[in-house]
C-alpha cells in the first residue's frame, strides 16, 4: 500500500495540525532518538528531524527520520544547502522516499561558523528556494537538474520556513511568495512572541492572498528562563520578544520560570487558533520534548484526529 505524508493528509482536510521538532542525537545512539519520538508519539502529526543544526555535527537527519518511521512517526526531513552540492541533494531525496519518508522542510542552513567545525566549507551549491524548485521539478515532472528523466519520482510533501520578525520587514511576505511560486506547500515560521507584529505579517498575507495558496505553521517554543528570553532577544538572529515578556519572566521566582514560559506559550497558541490564515502550530520545544504533550493537551489539541 502506498504510504502518505499524514501531515497532508491532516491539513487537506482542515484539521488544524501540530508538528514538533526533535534533535538528533550528537552520536550514533538510535535510543536517543526512539525515545524522542516516543515522547511525542500520538500527539503531533509529523515530526521535524533537524539537520545538524547550528553547524553542529549530529546523526544525520535522513537516518533519524527513517529510525522514526520505523516507530511508526510520520518524519518532516529537513534538508539544508549548507553541507551537500545539488547532486548529493536530489539522490537524498530520493532515498528519503525510498524509505517512505513523505515530508521534506528545505532550508539553506545556519552557518558554520556557529557550530563546531568552523573551519568546514559551506557548499550553498543551490539556495532554500532553488531546493524547493528542484524537489517539485522531480516530484511533479520526474526530472533532476538538467533535464535527465527519473524512472521513479519522489513522492514527498513540500515545506519550507519563514520568519516573519527579520529586517526587512516589508519584504518578508514577497520572499515567502517566492517560496510558493517555487512549490512550497506548507510554511512553519519562526518562533512568535510578538504577537502584535506577527498579526501585522498575517495581515499582509491575506491581503496578498498567500494564505490561500499554503498551509502555515506557526512556531512555538517554551521558555525555560528569563536569562533564555534575553539570550534569544539579543543573541538569535531574526527573533522578537517584546520586553513586557522578557519582564514577565523576571517577575516570576527561578524556580517558576519554566511554568510562566509554558502559561506563555499555551496563550500563544490560543491565540494562533483564532488568526484567520493559521493552520497549525509547530512546536520547538529545544531538548526539552517531555513538555510537548502537556502543551499540546492544556492547548484543547489533544487527541489528535486520525486521518
Not at 67 to 80: A, F, S, T, W, Y
Not at 176 to 182: Q, S, T, V, Y
Request: with cysteine; glycine share 8%.
Amino acid at each position: 500500500m502506498e504510504v502518505e505524508s499524514n501531515l497532508k493528509k491532516v491539513l487537506m482536510n482542515g484539521h488544524f495540525a501540530v508538528t514538533a521538532e526533535c534533535g538528533p542525537p550528537k552520536g550514533a545512539d538510535p535510543d536517543v532518538i526512539q525515545k524522542k519520538g516516543n515522547i511525542l508519539k500520538g500527539y503531533v502529526d509529523s515530526v521535524n528531524v533537524t539537520d545538524n543544526q547550528t553547524g553542529v555535527v549530529r546523526l544525520c537527519s535522513l537516518a533519524a527520520c527513517a529510525i522514526l518511521k520505523r516507530e511508526g512517526l510520520d518524519p518532516v526531513l529537513q534538508m539544508v544547502t549548507r553541507d551537500r552540492n545539488r547532486i548529493a541533494l536530489q539522490s537524498d531525496v530520493l532515498g528519503a522516499s525510498a524509505l517512505g519518508i513523505r515530508n521534506i522542510l528545505c532550508l539553506s542552513g545556519d552557518h558554520q561558523s556557529f557550530g563546531n567545525q568552523r573551519e568546514a566549507k559551506g557548499v550553498f551549491d543551490i539556495d532554500s528556494i532553488q531546493l524547493i524548485q528542484t524537489v517539485r521539478s522531480m516530484r511533479d515532472e520526474g526530472k533532476v537538474i538538467g533535464g535527465d528523466v527519473l524512472i521513479q519520482p519522489p513522492d514527498l510533501f513540500i515545506g519550507t520556513t519563514e520568519n516573519p520578525f527579520a529586517d526587512p520587514f516589508q519584504y518578508r511576505v514577497l520572499r515567502l511568495e517566492k517560496k510558493i511560486m517555487a512549490g512550497a506547500e506548507f510554511i512553519q515560521t519562526q518562533c512568535i512572541y510578538n504577537i502584535a507584529r506577527f498579526k501585522e505579517w498575517m495581515k499582509q498575507v491575506q491581503d496578498r492572498g498567500i494564505d490561500k495558496k499554503v498551509y502555515i505553521l506557526g512556531g512555538i517554543t517554551p521558555m525555560k528562563s528569563a536569562s533564555m528570553a534575553q539570550y534569544m532577544n539579543t543573541k538569535v538572529a531574526g527573533m522578537d520578544i517584546p520586553d513586557h515578556m522578557i519582564m514577565r519572566m523576571k517577575s516570576v521566582a527561578a524556580k517558576n520560570q519554566r511554568e510562566e514560559g509554558i502559561k506563555i506559550a499555551i496563550e500563544t497558541i490560543e491565540v494562533l487558533k483564532e488568526i484567520k490564515g493559521i493552520q497549525g502550530i509547530h512546536i520547538m520545544a529545544i531538548e526539552w520534548e517531555e513538555i510537548v504533550p502537556r502543551l499540546v493537551e492544556e492547548a484543547g489539541l489533544y487527541p489528535r484526529p486520525a486521518v
